[in-house]
């Protein structure tokens, strides 16, 4: 009977991943399915290895994170993100991937260690890289920065040629706030950014070696964190950020190319403190996939603006988390009783989207109740104009 009843739940989930979703030119299908003692799966990213192979990296291992079991994981699809291969470790120590991408013929994985028990406030980033498509990785290597604790997030190319790369950091105050132990209480925490100059070969570095980081964007005393960067037609380059205990995104801008930035200021745009997705999408719009509620990351929207980030007046929905209650079941992987707690399952949450544009089509992958790899695909043409 039990072995029925999963098989009705797997039927009616296929069928809602078919013909669930709430816009009719939006595709879905699973990257990944989490169970068992490795069940986790959080911050998806994507990118196409020289041979052609998709490559899909998240945080994974154990139940819950931070924990001592997490560690990166990547999968990879021969055929253009239908199928895809039993996810393999790369990182088996507690980390995780925040960007993939190619140098030639390598793939760099960019991302970063920490301490189980920190709640990430200890982190050591690194990178490591493939020389055969991601089937096999180097060693970490650890980037010296000029701030505590970075994470380095996923490049936007400039239109001088530069990468920018977002990051924040996260350093110990001399006196906490008062208020409570949270680490946005016991830690500074903003938003900066790195640059290459050499298409992520390297990074722009001072005498001592270190990882320049432009910019402290830290003027919100409960922090900023988990940037996205957009470049607008003008020129000037937008980044968003995450803010906790606010119920809207958060933006700052570099009319130099990321050497300095304004201090950020509150958006109208609401947002459940959850990270978010923002880039052009190939027709001279900007796109913005995001959780568009000020307290739960359920729905996921792409958002779509054609006048340099001013007005968004499209909204696609690309998905719900009704479409997967069948799986909240006791037992089920979206159950919340087991790895419930600290990091564990979150039913009711779609969280981290990242896109890639490929061939006239978005595809945005992100993580369903920290169980579940989804990609939601649409073609740019397909997305409704003002």
Partial sequence: MRKIDMMLTALLLALAMQAGADEPNVTRSFVFQGAGENALACGPVLTVAPNGDWLCAWLGGGRAEPAPENGAVVTRSADGGKTWSTPAVVLPRPGTILELY???????????????????????????????????WSAPEYLQTTRQNVAIESHVLLANGEWLSPAYFMEPRAEPLPGGTRREYTHTIGCCVAISKDEGATFETNDEGRVVLHGSIDNRPLGLHEPRLVQLGSGRVLMLMRANFDGHLWQAHSDDNGRTWSEATQMSIPNPSAKVWVGQIGDGRIGLALNPSEKRRDPLELWVSSDDAQTWPVHVALDRYENYTALTAPGERHDAGPGWGKGGAWPGNLSYPFAMLRDGTLHIVYDVARRDVVMANIRVHAIPQN
Avoid: H, I, Q
Wanted: charged share 25%.
């Fill in 102 to 136: 190619c140098v030639g013929a390598r793939v760099w994985a960019l991302g970063f260690e920490y301490d189980a028990d920190s709640n990430y406030t200890v982190k050591r980033p690194c990178r490591m890289f493939s020389d055969d498509n991601g089937t096999t």
